[in-house]
C-alpha cells in the first residue's frame, strides 16, 4: 500500500490512474456546475488536472495537503487568476478568500469523519456569496449496486464511506437544500458515487 501511495504522489501517474478507472469522467461532470465568470474554490484539489476543463474565464483558489500536487498545479496553472495553496482549508484560510459562487468537494468527504465533514460543511457554507453553492461527490454505498461496486465502494482508501441518507443528513445541518444523485454509469470500473448539490446555507 506504501508503494502505491508513492507511485500515486507521481502526477502523470495519479492523472494515468485516473483516467484508467474513469474517474475523470465523474470529476468532468461534477466541473460542469461551474459557470464562466464565477469564483471557484477547490478543497481537496489535488493536481487539479481538470482545471484546463473548467468554464472561463474564472477566479481559481485550490486548497490540498499534498505539495507535490500542489506544486505540479502551481507550475501548470497557476496565474493570475489561478493560485494553489498547500495546507489544510481553516478558518484563517476562508478569511483570506473573496465571497465564492462554487465550492468543489470532489472526493473529499468520504475521508472525514461525521465531525470533521460538519466542521468542514460550515466552513464551506461561510464563504459562499448569496445564491452559492458547493457541489460534492464521493464514493458510496447503495442498494442498487452489484457485487464489483461494493467491493470497491469497501475497499476505497476512504474510511468513512457511507450510504446517500447518510451523506444527505450530514449536509442539512449546513444547508437548508441539498440535491443528491447516484452516479454509477461514468467510470470502467463499476462503482456507485452520491453527487450533492448543496444550497442555502443555514444560520450557523
Known amino acids: ?57 474564472l477566479k481559481y483558489h485550490g486548497f490540498d495537503t499534498d505539495a507535490p500536487y500542489i506544486d505540479w498545479a502551481n507550475e501548470h496553472f497557476g496565474g493570475e487568476n489561478a493560485g494553489f495553496h498547500c495546507g489544510i482549508f481553516d478558518e484563517a484560510a476562508a478569511g483570506s478568500l473573496p465571497p465564492i459562487d462554487v465550492v468543489l468537494l470532489l472526493g473529499l468527504l468520504h475521508h472525514l469523519s461525521d465531525e470533521q465533514c460538519t466542521d468542514l460543511l460550515n466552513l464551506a457554507a461561510s464563504v459562499l456569496r448569496p445564491g452559492g453553492r458547493v457541489v460534492s461527490v464521493d464514493t458510496c454505498f447503495e442498494p442498487t449496486q452489484g457485487r464489483i461496486s461494493r467491493w470497491m465502494s469497501a475497499n476505497d482508501r476512504g474510511e468513512y464511506v457511507r450510504e446517500p441518507p447518510a451523506f444527505e443528513k450530514l449536509a442539512l445541518q449546513s444547508f437548508d437544500q441539498v440535491d443528491g444523485e447516484v452516479i454509477n454509469d461514468l467510470t470502467n470500473i463499476p462503482s456507485s458515487h452520491w453527487m450533492m448539490r448543496m444550497t442555502a446555507p443555514s444560520s450557523l
Open 1 to 57: 500500500m506504501e508503494g502505491l501511495k508513492g507511485l500515486l504522489r507521481h502526477v502523470p501517474a495519479y492523472v494515468l490512474l485516473q483516467r484508467v478507472v474513469g474517474a475523470d469522467r465523474l470529476r468532468y461532470r461534477c466541473i460542469e456546475e461551474v459557470k464562466p465568470g464565477e469564483t471557484v474554490l477547490d478543497i481537496g484539489c489535488g493536481p487539479a488536472y481538470y482545471f484546463p476543463r473548467l468554464a472561463q474565464p
